[in-house]
């Protein structure tokens, strides 16, 4: 586990473009250029296996996005740990982040780990499509993409 320099920033910008058709993430109507803000990369060797960007404002701590390329390996659970300790070390009053109603197994990954359900914004996808027209109308097992859900712990 390293910050995210400059020698593992093109592989981040490439890997979020994979899954989010952009380098550029919405949540809760803000545009995240994701090439500007700190993360974590998780490493076996030297490869690259993991990903966390994040954002602080406000004494909030937002995950952006998070990614690992290989599941059930604790990839995930260390990033948010890395990130956890960054947000109480500045802090924040509270880790936070964003997914949409269609993402089930992220709702059980997160809940699983400390966070709960904070909000629902219902609707809040279609308005993004304007801003965003690469976000697909439909995600996992065919579910309609409509709303965001956030979730949190309180730090």
Not at 24 to 42: E, Q, S
Not at 73 to 101: D, H, P, Q, Y
Request: charged content about 25%.
């Amino acid at each position: 586990m390293q910050p995210l320099s400059k020698t593992h920033r093109e592989w981040a910008i490439k890997l979020v473009k994979k899954y989010w058709k952009s380098e550029k993430i919405i949540t809760r109507g803000k545009i995240h250029h994701i090439d500007k803000l700190p993360g974590f990369v998780a490493l076996e060797g030297s490869v690259p296996v993991g990903l966390v960007i994040y954002n602080i404002e406000n004494k909030e701590c937002e995950i952006i996005t998070l990614n690992s390329l290989k599941e059930n390996k604790g990839i995930g659970t260390e990033l948010i740990s890395a990130v956890k300790k960054i947000a109480i070390t500045e802090s924040c009053r509270r880790l936070w982040l964003i997914t949409t109603n269609d993402n089930i197994p992220a709702l059980y990954f997160y809940q699983k780990r400390g966070f709960r359900i904070a909000a629902v914004y219902p609707g809040s996808i279609k308005e993004y499509r304007k801003f965003k027209p690469e976000i697909p109308t439909t995600g996992i097992n065919g579910i309609p993409i409509r709303d965001e859900i956030e979730l949190e712990i309180i730090l």
